[in-house]
């Protein structure tokens, strides 16, 4: 494994050096690749029937489950201030989302009533819930109120 890892990344600086012989940015591949372009890797893990034992009912965090459904106009609105909240929350909160069409059971189990829901569980029980959209202020407000934790 580690050899295959410096072998990626003695690669990515090849191509890289190779891309900046026309004096232009070293760091952009031959493909047009750059750091500054990648995808940034979501903050919200998705969870599903099979794994929200252990990610959410087992975690040793408080953690906020953001019930979304896919190309949903409330839920895309939502998106990046669930991503952002995740961001600015670790060590306090853990975030994670669950997709509705596909998770069903998780739906009716905990009384989801509408997307975007929002499903806050402290040692492995849903202490309460929410729905629809709201700012990352009013998300925070509420997490720290159930969480009984100063509200800035």
Not at 24 to 34: A, E, Q, R, Y
Not at 57 to 78: I, Q, R, W
Not at 102 to 114: C, F, H, I, P, S
Not at 135 to 144: A, E, G
Request: proline share 5%; net charge negative.
């Amino acid at each position: 494994m580690k050899e295959a890892v410096i072998g990626f990344i003695i690669a990515l600086v090849t191509s890289c050096i190779l891309a900046g012989n026309d004096g232009g940015n070293p760091l952009i591949s031959p493909t047009g690749w750059t750091f500054a372009n990648a995808p940034a890797p979501d903050a919200v893990t998705e969870v599903n029937a099979g794994t929200f034992q252990g990610e959410v009912l087992d975690s040793g965090l408080p953690v906020m489950v953001e019930f979304y459904k896919e190309n949903d106009a409330h839920c895309l609105t939502m998106k990046p201030i669930v991503s952002k909240l995740a961001n600015d929350s670790q060590g306090y909160v853990r975030v994670v989302k669950v997709n509705v069409d596909t998770n069903q059971a998780l739906v009716e189990r905990y009384d989801v009533e509408g997307v975007p829901g929002y499903v806050l569980f402290k040692e492995g029980k849903a202490i309460n819930g929410v729905k629809g959209e709201m700012s990352q202020t009013d998300l925070t407000k509420w997490i720290k109120r159930e969480l009984d934790m100063p509200v800035d």
